[in-house]
């Protein structure tokens, strides 16, 4: 069983040794501290600020570093670095600098947005010669500046010297079919002004009233802008110089969440006048280490079994091993298991992988997924426990380039289109590529993928009922996993024997056969009163069946992904080839070039997406559904870490 064996603890040491003990809890991460009951609200507030205006730095200087400093960043960290940075990093004055120059560049991008509406309502009337802050008004007449469309510039004209003859008109511009005008009127003519703009298009404008003509405001909001934009460049200038502390931010931030997580223990601890206690849950095997280890820091820490309270549970600690812990992603996504519950990730690792290459069975898809995660594990140097989905998909592209050898996938590759040095002939005349055996663009090969898949989905199934089985035997239902899930396997064996027996054992099989239905639907109808129990058997025995069939079918999908894979990257080439005949060779090449390689990027992309899904789904609904409820909580270790 991968699920650690856990044993709550009760740490008991004097209040003088308070600080050490926390800091070897810490370095150890060994033990995983219990919430006390009745916590001591304190409040964080300011704490919490602080941790927040760090991250605003953090968050505010990565969107302008450079590689090379977000390359420092990646890299591992000591102890000792993280409490180097923590005592020599200035994070006051970067948090303020930086506060200053999101300042400054909010009123900088608020002017430039003033200027760019002054700028527009300016151009207009670059031609006009009067100085905006010139009265409009005086005791008789008023100065009214607007735009009306040019096609009816005419009629406004006319209008006005037929109508208010006393008025004087001046076009000032002409933008884009819109006339802009400034006419004197007399006050006593505005309400009749009014009347005949209105009705032809006027557009009333109000300038502001500023110093100096629209050229000379015009050139001087160019001018200020243009400063503003300066400012905002060099605050930008100066964010990436800041940024080079950013792997120092980063180690202060790491260094302040081990504060935080001491002060969250802080709070746990039962004190009396003396003494303080701490509880919580550790790994079995490890109490003897750590209790060594507590005794070089004080003879006076005593570290205790207790018994855990009624109700409580454990937390739940995975060990598998090193082929085994990528597929902990797999068991991850469903839930832990609950501790005394059997780990499935061991059980589900071989089906798992197998199906993803079978819903895939191209080589050449494998070696590409293979290489692609092979290369990022080798640069992020992480090992399966620290990256389990990037090592469980590098395996999934191993399985899967040697699976489609067998079935003659090669990124939708024709064996008969390709040098006979990459092919050979099979037994009944067809081309096949070499170390391929079954071809799925044939009715045999579809058909041995299909009982392929059927075969494994039997076994799936029956192992899933056999755990079953198995966990009600270790907890002490053994009444209960005979009769509920070990009669399926006695019928199992019973069929496969009356199917493969001899012609001289056929009536023995026969009996056997029909034993083993009599057993299996008294099995199933345990927990019933003696004389109901053959119905509700009857019934089960039916209900079994009739699941059997339908999660067995469900495993046809291996078969339906498998050729649709194969069909994907065949339409990606034949596309790649029609396009190409459509131009001259010279254009033809690079463009079948880059449709196979945007074709195929996409189809491994989707086809490792579906076959992860369908390989997940197939472990969630058909395997554990069968023995495995899950919901375990992890175990969360009081542990001084370096990764951000």
């Not at 591992?76 to 300042?103: C, I, P």
């Not at 007399?186 to 109000?206: P, R, Y």
């Not at 092919?423 to 055996?437: H, N, P, R, S, Y």
């Amino acid at each position: 069983m991968a699920v650690v064996e856990m044993q709550k603890v009760a740490l008991i040491a004097h209040k003088s040794l308070r600080e050490e003990l926390l800091d070897a809890l810490h370095k150890e991460g060994a033990i995983e501290i219990s919430e006390r009951k009745g916590v001591i609200n304190v409040d964080h507030t300011e704490v919490a600020f602080k941790s927040a205006e760090l991250q605003f730095a953090i968050q505010t200087l990565k969107s302008v570093a450079s590689k090379e400093t977000k390359a420092a960043m990646g890299k591992r960290t000591t102890e000792q670095d993280t409490l180097q940075a923590a005592s020599h990093t200035d994070v006051r004055g970067t948090v303020d600098a930086l506060h200053l120059l999101e300042q400054k560049d909010t009123e900088a991008e608020k002017r430039i947005q003033e200027l760019i509406s002054l700028k527009e309502a300016l151009e207009p009337w670059v031609p006009l010669s009067l100085s905006l802050d010139t009265p409009t008004e005086s005791l008789t007449t008023v100065r009214v500046m607007g735009n009306i469309p040019q096609e009816s510039f005419k009629s406004l004209e006319e209008s006005i010297n037929n109508e208010i003859p006393k008025s004087s008109l001046m076009t000032v511009n002409t933008i884009d079919d819109e006339c802009f005008v400034a006419i004197n009127i007399w006050k006593e003519d505005i309400q009749k002004f009014e009347e005949i703009a209105t009705s032809i298009g006027w557009t009333t404008q109000l300038l502001p009233c500023l110093k100096g003509t629209a050229a000379k405001l015009l050139e001087e909001t160019t001018v200020e802008k243009k400063k503003l934009e300066h400012v905002i460049r060099k605050n930008h200038e100066e964010r990436v110089r800041l940024s080079v502390e950013l792997p120092s931010l980063q180690k202060v931030s790491t260094f302040v969440r081990w504060l935080n997580e001491k002060q969250s223990v802080r709070e746990t601890m039962n004190e009396t006048s003396s003494t303080f206690t701490l509880l919580g849950w550790m790994p079995k095997k490890r109490i003897a280490l750590l209790e060594s280890r507590l005794q070089k820091v004080s003879p006076a820490i005593a570290l205790l079994k207790v018994k855990a309270d009624e109700g409580e549970e454990a937390p739940v600690l995975l060990k598998n091993s090193i082929l085994v812990t990528p597929f902990e992603s797999v068991t991850n996504l469903f839930g832990l298991p609950l501790y005394g519950e059997a780990d499935p990730t061991r059980n589900l690792s071989p089906f798992f992988i197998l199906f993803f290459a079978l819903c895939l069975t191209d080589a050449g898809y494998g070696a590409i997924i293979a290489l692609v995660f092979g290369i990022v594990l080798f640069k992020i140097k992480k090992r399966p426990e620290e990256a389990q989905l990037i090592w469980l998909l590098f395996l999934c592209g191993i399985l899967t380039f040697i699976v489609g050898i067998f079935f003659g996938g090669w990124l939708g590759l024709q064996a008969e289109k390709l040098p006979s040095i990459f092919t050979k002939v099979g037994e009944d005349g067809t081309i096949l590529f070499k170390g391929q055996i079954w071809n799925l663009s044939s009715q045999e090969g579809i058909e041995f993928l299909q009982n392929l898949s059927m075969v494994l989905g039997f076994i799936h199934l029956f192992l899933g009922m056999w755990l079953s089985g198995v966990h009600k035997w270790i907890h002490k239902r053994k009444a209960a996993a005979f009769w509920q899930d070990f009669t399926n396997h006695i019928l199992l064996g019973a069929a496969i024997f009356f199917i493969a027996a001899p012609e001289g054992l056929n009536q023995i099989a026969t009996y056997t056969l029909y034993a083993a239905l009599v057993l299996m639907i008294w099995g199933k109808g345990y927990g019933n009163a003696w004389y109901i129990r053959p119905i509700v058997g009857a019934m089960g025995l039916l209900s079994f069946a009739l699941g059997l069939l339908s999660n067995s079918l469900s495993y046809l999908r291996l078969l339906a992904l498998g050729l649709v894979t194969g069909a994907l990257a065949l339409a990606v080439n034949q596309v790649a080839v029609e396009f190409g005949n459509l131009f001259p060779i010279w254009i033809a090449i690079p463009l079948i070039v880059v449709i196979f390689v945007v074709g195929h990027t996409v189809s491994i992309a989707l086809n490792t997406l579906g076959s992860f899904i369908h390989a997940g789904r197939l472990q969630f609904i058909e395997y554990f559904s069968q023995f495995f409820e899950g919901g375990g909580r992890s175990f969360s270790p009081f542990r001084r870490t370096t990764t951000p």
